[in-house]
Nanobody
């Protein structure tokens, strides 16, 4: 089992910055993918950014150039630096981890942290 805890959300004005953290604990495989998703009211959950254990990164077009995902494997922690925030970035942000092994995938979610960007 894996436990994910997000922190760092809050209220910020448009143009401001926030840094989200996701601390993972439990049985974390050496091969895993981590990512940030978000869900705005009335919308489906969408991928914001992903970072597999090899350190490569992938971003949604809407956040490219503004958000930076990173991870510290020694601390089992993932981060999302969010700059130049826009009102449309308002959502609950969820941490995701997928353990990969023996052809199987085990998916875990955090409880979410609210990010609100005022105009």
């Amino acid at each position: 089992q894996v436990h994910l805890v997000e922190s760092g959300g809050g209220l910020v004005q448009a143009g401001g910055s926030l840094r989200l953290s996701c601390a993972a604990s439990g049985r974390i495989f050496s091969s895993n993918d981590m990512g940030w998703y978000r869900q705005a009211p009335g919308k489906q959950r969408e991928l914001v950014a992903a970072i597999p254990s090899d350190g490569s990164t992938n971003y949604a077009d809407s956040v490219k150039g503004r958000f930076t995902i990173s991870r510290d494997n020694a601390k089992n922690t993932m981060y999302l630096q969010m700059n130049s925030l826009k009102p449309e970035d308002t959502a609950v942000y969820y941490c995701n981890l997928v353990n990969r092994g023996a052809g199987l995938r085990y998916t875990y979610w955090g409880q979410g942290t609210q990010v609100t960007v005022s105009s």
